[in-house]
């Protein structure tokens, strides 16, 4: 979950765990990227920037248990951005509390 890597087919136990890997994958690679379609069927995320074309949609298989992704495209052609907005208190707890907790100092 630190550096996910997309592909066609991947599979998610969970919407959630598919968004949380989006903003990771926007964090790691400093893109600013947004969720367009929200909805029971299936979620987009693009990048902000309007001269990219990178995207990700995932959709639930016909069991509603499995979200894969059904389309992609993983290549950025937009600048890094020093600025990103997922980038919250709960992801840097997330991402460190491990290593905190193994070194107080
Ligand atoms: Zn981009």
Redesign the pocket.
């Known amino acids: 979950m630190q550096n996910p890597v997309f592909r066609l087919g991947m599979v998610f136990g969970s919407v959630d765990v598919f968004r949380k890997a989006v903003r990771a994958h926007a964090v790691k ?1 400093r ?3 947004k969720f367009k379609k929200n909805d029971r069927d299936g979620i987009m995320a693009v ?3 309007e ?4 995207f990700v949609f995932a959709s639930w298989l016909g069991d509603h248990k499995t979200f894969k992704i059904k389309s992609l495209n993983d290549k ?4 890094m951005s020093f600025k990103n907005r997922f980038v919250s208190s709960k992801h840097i707890a997330e991402k460190y509390v491990g290593q905190w907790r193994e070194n107080l100092d």
């Open positions: 690679h893109r600013l990227v990048c902000k920037a001269c990219c074309e990178w950025h052609t937009c600048a």
